[in-house]
């Protein structure tokens, strides 16, 4: 047992910090820090400065482009980028589909859109869920049928975060619908510029816009925009989760949160006192920290088990739960510490407005609006009811 | 015992629950917000026609309720179905305190309430202040005949909106209340939406100059009434909140039986079953709780707010179990503005937000139940 870095990782997190400190633009910081909305080109911004630096696609290896860094040093970054109220770099291209091209691409899709992920030129948006296929995602209906050198897709996706943003969506699509569900899956990329494909957008419970609709009526896509195999995409599909699914316990998240809620918790006074001196909030502020304590530990077991060659199987599920949770607890104390204050909706602050009036603390006008956006986590991502059943199957043979 | 409602309560409920099932879609209600308007004024008098504000009054306030229980029943069927017309602020915050302290010309406003006519809120509450409902700065100074107060007040509920405003000030280190028309010169308001679609006001007052005779109640007389009223606001929104969990479990109950994946309704999955029997028992405590408190609002003080309290922080506590819960278990569509889930989710996560939240209210037990 060692719990302690190395020379080389103390240097790594050295050298990123000063990174971070020199090159993060401070009003992105800002915004992060404060729970506000980013805006497309906010992120754009983040992301061409980390791709200046060689360091926006960790997981890659160099020869694409990417830093290639190891389990450890990721998480390095990762937790130094929450620290510095970096935002988090849009994982569509980068951590979901990149890894599938690379493994399941032909070279020609590798050349083609591997540069454009980092450059930017290309925005992806991950096409999988359905009205009717959401935890249940093999009964996905969204038709593709070939038509000489074309597919010709019909159907809807839906929840697509960011699709606003995004000019290629790759998708799930059935081609096959006499064969089992799983084995008629195909997976499609699909430049949403084609005539036929329509993104509405949906509001959320925190008045925001993240997710979208995205409709496909007799769009015509290029057979050469077939990954792998007709009819495998399932397993695509299934490749591409484990990569959603690393870094899915989010300590670098929590540690952010944890920190922002004890300098809120100590500088709002409460019946005569700061709030952190509540006794009933203190306990649950401390509660969270122990449990993140814990479960950075939890985290950096599972996590260099994978780095020897284990993939982090349904450990993976636990992260994910535990995780979750963890974040969520963070944003409802964070809520509960703006007390009234996190009453008013103030869009214009959240906007990023440089005159909108907080009305309180400057953490209360983000405060509600987190707490419900953070309610997504233990939906997506393969919800975490689905994720007990996995343990439960996977590692308790039950 | 007897747990049933008294015939009238039983009518009055149906009554409303007929107009709200009427006149109150989820889809109207979203376009009202959207217009940008604090809430829609023809519910507002159809609500007053129908003996709705009445029912928060006392006979002898020339209204044909005011208890607890008229309190619980009304406030349960207006969170069923999330009305943000201001019946709180005008017939719970506003209108007790005129009938607990008015003079004679002071409570003409009742009637006037009663009606739908008038619209009145309590400006009390002060940046900073949290819950603590003795924490007021603004200044009232007496200047002849006169009194001129200067503060700020916040989470004014429905402040933009109304017609009259109570406010507190201090005077002497007593808090004093005082009745001022919103165009009062020295006053200037600013609305805001909040969270839960409900609309608040940020109140300045500068130089606000008011007389004697727009004192409400004696001096040493606002604080004693403020706690009562505090404790029917908190009945109130306990009782909201029962009904938005309510329509919260039918819509989640319904959807459960709906959604098919994997071939089958969700709701056959036995953890989402039993994840539901925890809501459902959950909300029967909201339930005892919310009957407890109607049942010792007109109690002594101490025994009274030892059910404030008690309920308060309960209803916190169920409300964000239930919000969550729901959202859960119908997965994205509950996280989505157009459904109406997220907007009693809403809600009841906004209702801990006001008069005191969980932990205010379980510091606030502890005192009493062990003085
Ligand atoms: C904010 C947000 C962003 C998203 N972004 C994307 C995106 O970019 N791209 C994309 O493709 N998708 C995205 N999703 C979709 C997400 O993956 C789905 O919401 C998720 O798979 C759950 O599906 P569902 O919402 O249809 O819920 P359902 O699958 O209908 O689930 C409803 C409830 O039933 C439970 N349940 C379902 N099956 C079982 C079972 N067998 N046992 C026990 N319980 C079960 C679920 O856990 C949940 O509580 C996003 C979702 C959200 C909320």
């Known amino acids: 047992m060692d719990l302690g870095y190395t ?50 696609a ?51 899709q590798r050349q083609k859109f591997l540069p454009r992920i980092l450059t930017g030129e290309d925005w992806w948006c991950q096409g999988y869920s359905e009205p009717g296929a959401g935890s249940d995602l093999a009964a996905l209906k969204t038709r593709a049928v070939l038509d000489g050198d074309h597919y010709v897709v019909n159907g809807q996706k839906t929840w697509t975060t960011l699709g606003q943003h995004a000019n290629w969506i790759f998708c799930l699509v059935r081609t096959n619908t006499e064969v089992k569900k799983q084995e008629g899956i195909s997976f499609l990329l699909i430049d949403m ?103 950075r530990t939890t985290n950096l077991r599972v996590v260099s088990a994978a780095a020897k060659g284990q993939a982090p199987g349904a450990e993976s599920s636990m992260l994910k739960i535990k995780g979750t949770l963890l974040r969520q607890e963070l944003t ?6 703006a007390g009234p204050d996190a009453m008013p909706y103030l869009p214009d602050y959240l906007e990023g407005g440089d005159n909108a009036d907080s009305m309180g603390p400057e953490h209360a006008p983000a405060a509600a609006p987190g707490y419900f956006n953070m309610r997504k986590l233990s939906i997506f991502g393969g919800s975490n009811e689905i994720q007990r059943t996995i343990i439960s199957k996977a590692i308790l043979d039950l | 015992m007897d747990f049933n409602l008294s015939e009238e309560r039983r009518m009055l409920r ?10 109150y879609s989820h889809d109207a209600r979203r376009k009202l917000l959207a217009s940008g308007a604090a809430y829609d004024t023809e519910i507002l008098s159809e609500l007053a026609d129908l003996g709705i504000l009445g029912a928060m009054f006392s006979e002898a306030d020339n209204g044909f309720g005011g208890t607890g229980f008229d309190i619980a029943v009304v406030f349960e069927e ?62 009232a100074v007496a200047e002849g005949d006169d009194i001129v107060i200067n503060g700020a007040k916040t989470h004014v509920i429905n402040g933009a909106q109304a017609d009259h405003l109570i406010v507190s000030a201090r005077m002497d280190t007593e808090i004093v209340l005082f009745l001022v028309s919103k165009d009062t010169r020295g006053l200037s308001i600013v609305n805001h939406a909040n969270v839960d679609g409900t609309s608040g006001a940020r109140l300045q007052m500068t130089d606000l100059r008011v007389s004697k005779a727009q004192q409400l109640g004696g001096h040493g007389t606002a604080i004693t009434a403020l706690n009562a009223t505090m404790a029917r606001a908190i009945l109130a929104v306990s009782a909201e909140a029962l009904g938005a969990m309510e329509a919260a479990k039918d819509l989640t109950v319904t959807y459960l039986k ?39 609002l007109d109690a002594e003080p101490k025994l009274r707010d030892l059910h404030v309290s008690a309920t308060k922080n309960l209803i916190g506590r169920v409300g964000a179990l239930v919000a969550e819960e729901a959202i859960q278990l119908h997965g994205g569509i509950g996280m989505t503005d157009e459904y109406a889930l997220s907007h ?28």
């Open chain 1, 193 to 295: 510029k084609t005539p036929g494909v329509v993104v509405r957008p949906i509001t959320l419970i925190d008045g925001d816009a993240e997710v979208n609709e995205v409709f496909f009526d007799n769009v015509r896509v290029p057979v050469e925009n077939l990954v792998g195999e007709q009819d495998k995409g399932w397993t695509y599909a299934k490749y591409l989760l484990t990569h959603e699914r690393t870094n899915i316990a989010g300590v670098g998240f929590s540690d952010a949160a944890l920190r922002t809620l004890k300098h809120v918790a100590a500088n709002t006074i409460a019946g005569g006192k700061p709030l952190s001196r509540n006794p009933h909030f203190a306990a649950r502020v401390a509660q969270a920290e122990i449990d993140l304590m814990a479960m």
């Open chain 2, 258 to 296: 709906e959604r098919r994946q994997f071939g089958m309704p969700i709701g056959k999955f036995q953890v989402l079953q039993h994840r539901m029997a925890d809501v459902l028992i959950e909300i029967e405590q909201a339930r005892s709780a919310v009957i407890n408190l109607a049942g010792h």
């Open chain 2, 344 to 371: 009693f989710a809403r809600r009841l996560t906004m209702i801990d937000h006001m008069f005191g939240d969980v932990d205010y209210h379980i510091e606030r037990f502890i005192q009493l139940s062990s003085a």
């Open chain 1, 7 to 56: 020379t080389e990782q103390d240097a790594f997190r050295t050298m990123v910090r000063a990174f971070l400190s020199e090159k993060l633009p401070a009003s992105i910081a800002e915004k992060t820090r404060l729970g506000k909305r980013l805006s497309k080109a906010d992120m754009e911004t983040w992301h061409s400065i980390l791709n200046e630096k060689g360091w926006l």
């Open chain 1, 332 to 337: 409802a104390l964070l809520r509960r510490a």
């Open chain 2, 78 to 139: 207006l969170g069923r179905s999330g009305v943000i017309e201001p019946v709180l602020a005008v017939a719970v915050l506003g209108g007790a305190l005129i009938a607990q302290l008015g003079t004679d010309t002071q409570r003409h406003l009742i009637d006037q309430i009663i009606s739908g006519q008038t619209v009145i809120a309590l400006a009390h509450s002060e940046p900073g202040a949290r819950y603590d409902i003795g924490d007021v700065s603004s200044l």
């Open chain 2, 14 to 23: 149906d009554m409303l629950q007929r107009l709200l099932s009427e006149r």
């Open chain 1, 58 to 108: 960790p997981n890659w290896p160099k020869a694409y482009g990417g830093a290639e860094w190891d389990v450890v040093q990721r998480q390095i970054f990762e937790e130094e980028a929450c620290f510095a109220h970096a935002p988090r770099v849009v994982p569509f291209g980068l951590t979901m589909l990149a890894p599938v091209l690379m493994k399941y691409g032909t070279e020609a």
